[in-house]
T-cell receptor, first 117, second 114 residues
Framework: AQKITQTQPGMFVQEKEAVTLDCTYD???????LFWYKQPSSGEMIFLIY??????QNATEGRYSLNFQKARKSANLVISASQLGDSAMYFC??????????????FGGGTRVLVKP | NAGVMQNPRHLVRRRGQEARLRCSPM?????VYWYRQLPEEGLKFMVY????????ESGMPKERFSAEFPKEGPSILRIQQVVRGDSAAYFC????????????FGDGTRLSIL
């Protein structure tokens, strides 16, 4: 079974509008972390936002917010007021286990976002 | 720039040659991870190292691939006798310690096999 699922291969969004990128995850470990990364066409991986499984509040970082619904095992990324520079691939990733355990990230297949002027 | 440094940015090899990819973690980071990304796919974990130790190599192919993180110098991902299927982007990430904060990625090495 897929551990991280991103069901939207690609999306268009109008500049200045908000967009929600879906991410569902599968784990039986009570301790885990969820991450979103942005990969522009230049290829680098840029960390955006992090949500821990025990965090009580949804994470926010500037125009990025994470809609964390633990019971549904979803961690959707919301980008508000989209800008042309937001056009990129977006990856959801999960780290399982206690803090002292191995920290490999498992990535979803990504969602390509294209912001239209 | 104190970020994760990978070199070379692009590497071209012929089938059967060896490829060496280098990664210097962020200052103060002692944990290094290597990932591989095939075109239009997400990153796949390969190996997790601390200084002089391989902690988790569950994602490494059994043959031709090896990794090290010596006491001095960068981490090296080595691919021997490369084949066309090794063509991919290889990313290195680092973190300050087990479980502490996000992994920060380098810009990757694009490996092309002729």
């Amino acid at each position: 079974a897929q551990k991280i699922t991103q069901t939207q291969p690609g999306m268009f969004v109008q500049e200045k509008e908000a967009v929600t990128l879906d991410c569902t995850y599968d784990t039986s470990d009570p301790s885990y972390g969820l991450f979103w990364y942005k990969q522009p066409s230049s290829g680098e991986m840029i960390f955006l936002i992090y949500q821990g499984s025990y965090d009580q509040q949804n994470a926010t970082e500037g125009r990025y917010s994470l809609n964390f619904q633990k019971a549904r095992k979803s961690a959707n990324l919301v980008i508000s007021a989209s800008q042309l520079g937001d056009s990129a691939m977006y990856f959801c990733a999960m780290r399982e286990g206690r803090l002292a355990a191995g920290n490999k990230l498992t990535f979803g297949g990504g969602t390509r976002v294209l912001v239209k002027p | 720039n104190a970020g994760v440094m990978q070199n070379p940015r692009h590497l071209v090899r012929r089938r059967g040659q060896e490829a060496r990819l280098r990664c210097s973690p962020m200052k103060g980071h002692s944990h290094v991870y290597w990932y591989r990304q095939l075109p239009e796919e997400g990153l796949k974990f390969m190996v997790y190292l601390q200084k002089e130790n391989i902690i988790d190599e569950s994602g490494m192919p059994k043959e031709r691939f090896s990794a090290e993180f010596p006491k001095e110098g960068p981490s090296i991902l080595r691919i021997q006798q490369v084949v066309r299927g090794d063509s991919a982007a290889y990313f290195c990430a680092s973190s300050p310690g087990s479980g502490e904060g996000p992994q920060h990625f380098g810009d990757g090495t694009r490996l092309s096999i002729l």
